[in-house]
């Protein structure tokens, strides 16, 4: 198994519903490393860039809805970055299946997830699905300068005389 990073986004439905802890420690079983974690609101560029794979699906304004917060009052999502061997199939395991219903029910989604009336899969948590995805969301939710460790190789920028380290 190769040493990789992975991303996950504890959602809206995961903070208004008080799981972070329970999906916290659910996370640890798989004895990863966090090596960034932080607390933001979802504009709606970072929402259509996440989820660009998804555009043409006809639940795609509801889930940008849904990641921003507009269906559970709560604007806040958790995003972390875990590092280790195998770290993307591991919590994509915990995390289980993308529909929760057929999510094995002792997985994050399985126990904590339900379907919308509307259709829409609300399943508290996102994680990255393969490495080249882990990479290209990583690199959208986190600067450099947020992981304490050398993922990707970095640049330095400019911008109106202050230096700042961006992906290159
Ligand atoms: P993933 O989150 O398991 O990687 P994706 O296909 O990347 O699954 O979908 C992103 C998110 O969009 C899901 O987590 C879920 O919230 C929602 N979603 C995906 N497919 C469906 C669907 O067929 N119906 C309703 N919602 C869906
Ligand atoms: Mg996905």
Redesign the pocket.
């Known amino acids: 198994m190769n040493e990789e990073a992975t991303l996950i986004i504890i959602k809206p439905d995961g903070l208004k519903k008080s799981l972070t802890g329970n999906i916290l420690t659910r996370l640890s079983e798989a004895k990863l490393k966090i090596i960034g974690a932080k607390v933001i609101m979802v504009g709606e560029k970072l929402a259509n860039t996440h ?1 660009r ?2 555009k043409d ?1 006809s ?1 795609f304004p509801e ?1 940008i809805k ?1 990641i921003q917060g507009g269906l559970h009052g709560e604007n806040r999502v958790m995003a972390l970055v875990y590092w280790g061997r195998g770290a993307i199939g591991k919590v994509r395991r915990i995390a289980g299946a ?2 929760p219903e057929e999510a094995d029910p002792i997985s994050i989604r399985g126990a904590y997830g339900r379907i919308l009336t509307t ?5 508290v948590i ?2 990255s ?1 393969d490495p080249s995805e882990a990479e290209r969301e990583i690199k959208l939710w986190f600067s450099p300068d947020e992981i304490v460790r050398k993922l990707y190789p970095v640049k330095e920028e400019s911008v109106s005389g202050t230096t700042r380290r961006v992906w290159q």
């Open positions: 989820y794979h998804l699906q639940f889930l849904y993308t529909n259709g829409l899969y609300e399943n996102h994680a699905s």
